[in-house]
């Protein structure tokens, strides 16, 4: 899909990142071919007339609202919610995403010849460009694309090839699976596949997870808050990590992340001050 002007002008694909400031007017999209992406909202979306007066808002009380017309639950996003009686599951019929064709998974895991340390717009990036850093011998790797030093979130892509030691969520996080099958303790035996959606709410705590065959499993996350490792329920933290160990595996390998905000902030806010 193309932006057509203003900072985030130019051309995306299968594997682009991207990420978009609150608080600024943009001219919208155009889909030059028919185009699937996640995409996670911070906030309500207000759409324009031509006087950049409002013509209409979205905000999650649409989202829910859609939701429950079509029959579908939510995923719950409090620890207090997640331990309820599972929701009426969906019964009406399902599209499979594009991503679960094989075909189109490859696309966004292409091996890239060259790796990039600068971006050629600030705004987003083709993933496959990005270095994996592999920060010990876990077997776990990552592609961190954006680090806020205002709120502590982390956007990142992970390849987790080897088990992660048990750990708490001392902020919520969510994961996208793209390649491979995750297993958890008390889980499915042949785990969770492409096109998985999963919310960890805050407090959440898995004592491992790893893959259960062997591909790679490659999953998106973003990460609101700092994850505490132990070595078992009662133990003492061995190790927390936070947005600063993001940022600073990032430096370390001079990987390039995304901006935060648009140059010249002021002069695009909804709500101008004449």
């Known amino acids: 899909m193309s932006y057509p002007d203003g900072p985030l002008q130019g051309s995306v694909g299968p594997g682009t990142w991207g990420y978009t400031p609150a608080n600024h007017k943009m001219n919208g999209t155009t889909a030059d071919e ?7 909202f911070y906030g309500a979306i207000a759409f324009l007339n031509d ?10 009380v649409h989202v829910r609202a859609a939701a429950d017309e079509a029959g579908l639950p939510l995923v719950p996003v409090t620890l207090a919610e997640a331990l309820l009686p599972p929701p009426t599951p969906y019964t009406g019929q399902a599209d499979p995403l594009a991503i679960a064709n094989a075909e ?16 050629s717009n600030p ?9 994996w850093i592999t920060p010990d011998d876990s077997g776990i790797s990552l592609k961190i694309m954006r680090v806020s030093t205002e709120t502590g979130s982390v956007s990142l892509i992970v390849r987790q090839n080897g088990q992660a030691a048990p750990h708490y969520h001392l902020g919520p996080a969510d994961f996208f699976i793209m390649n491979g099958r995750i297993g958890y303790r008390a889980g499915p035996k042949e785990g969770y596949g492409p096109g998985t ?15 259960v065959n062997d591909e790679d499993l490659i999953y998106t996350a973003n990460v609101w808050g ?15 990590l936070s947005w600063m160990q993001y940022l600073a595996m990032a430096q370390g390998f001079n990987s390039p992340l995304l901006a935060s905000s648009f140059a010249n902030d002021q002069s695009t806010l909804l709500a101008p001050s004449k």
């Open 34 to 40: 028919e185009t699937e992406y996640l995409a996670t």
């Open 51 to 60: 006087d950049n007066s409002v013509k209409a808002m979205f905000t999650s």
């Open 104 to 119: 189109a998974c490859a696309l966004c895991a292409q091996a890239t010849a060259e790796v990039i340390t600068e971006l």
């Open 123 to 131: 705004h987003y990036v083709d993933t496959n460009a990005l270095p």
């Open 197 to 211: 959606y999963m919310y960890e709410p805050a407090g959440a705590r898995h004592e491992a997870t790893q893959r």
């Open 226 to 240: 700092p994850i505490q490792f132990d070595s078992g329920p009662g133990t003492p933290p061995v190790m927390v």
